[in-house]
């Protein structure tokens, strides 16, 4: 299998076994699914700015970035899966299109390259730190959130042609995650003091839709080897199943997330402006 180097494993199920017809539809359609998902998030962040106070609308409009780079890597991912296999009518399945560019999951790390430290910015824009600094919460927030990208980014390279390297650069890369994780964790710690049970409560919701959200994608990206190096997924149906958590992860982290800091900021903008009528 060594003739394709460092291609993702996608392409050497699709170079040796093939896909069905039922395999390929659904990764199709679980890939352009992603891309449209990200476009009606960008109409309702556009809709909805107006509903919140203008200290709060920045994160709407990260929220607005984020779905634009969503939308557009995703939707050249999409075309680059139909152009990387075509059907072979002798075999009845899809197979490595001959000459055609391969399938990457690179165009993913791209998005999250800009997408996730927006992502973790945006809620600095709607919470309110009590002991921390904002700069230098934003500052390891970048930092962690761009080493974690790169470093599985390299390391998905490897995942079929060294898996030493593979699990080497994943388990750096996962370091950085959980620095993520801590850093949320403090933020919506902090974030809830001094605020209505009500928004508190919705705080409580973005901690879980982030954490659930975020651990789907090291399962995505080990997808290959679940069950050891002759992973029981090492075949069309891990493909599928990849391409699948990787979508539900992005609407969740990126659309959920986003819709769930909104939710906030109107209640916070709420709050706010009956305190103001109390005082008048």
């Known amino acids: 299998m060594q003739q394709l180097g460092n291609a993702n494993f996608e392409n050497y199920i699709g170079a040796t076994e093939g896909f069905s017809e039922m395999a390929y539809q659904m990764t199709s359609h679980v890939l352009t699914l992603g891309y449209a998902v990200m476009l009606a998030g960008l109409l309702y962040f556009v809709l909805t700015i107006k509903n919140v106070d203008k200290k709060f609308q920045m994160s709407n409009i990260l929220s607005g970035v984020v779905m634009v780079s969503a939308f557009l890597l995703l939707y050249v991912q999409a075309g680059n899966w139909t152009d990387s296999f075509t059907f072979d009518m002798d075999r009845g399945k899809y197979f490595l299109s001959p000459g ?29 730190l009590t002991t921390s600094k904002v700069s230098t ?7 962690s959130g761009a080493m974690m990208i790169i470093t599985g980014y390299i390391g998905q390279y490897y ?39 009500k928004a508190q409560k919705i705080l409580g919701h973005i901690w879980t839709i982030f954490l659930v959200s975020w651990f789907l994608y090291p399962g995505a990206y080990l997808m290959p080897y679940l069950g050891g190096f002759d992973g029981f997924l090492f075949n069309e149906s891990g493909v599928v199943g990849r391409q699948i958590t990787y979508t539900i992860a992005d609407v969740s982290s990126k659309v959920i997330y986003g819709v769930l800091l909104g939710h906030l900021a109107v209640t916070l903008s709420r709050h706010h402006a009956h305190n103001t009528e109390t005082v008048d």
């Not at 391969?102 to 993913?108: E, K, M, P, V």
């Not at 791209?110 to 997408?115: A, P």
């Not at 890369?173 to 605020?195: D, N, P």
């Open 100 to 128: 055609a560019d391969l399938f990457n999951n690179g165009y993913r790390y791209l998005n999250w390259l800009i997408d996730v430290p927006m992502l973790l910015f945006q809620i600095l824009f709607v919470v309110k």
């Open 137 to 143: 919460v934003r500052n390891w927030f970048w930092f």
């Open 159 to 197: 995942e079929v042609s060294n898996p030493t390297l593979f699990f080497i650069w994943g388990a750096v890369s996962t370091v950085f995650f959980f620095h993520i994780l801590y850093l949320m964790h403090k933020v919506i710690k902090q974030g809830k003091e001094g605020i209505p049970p």
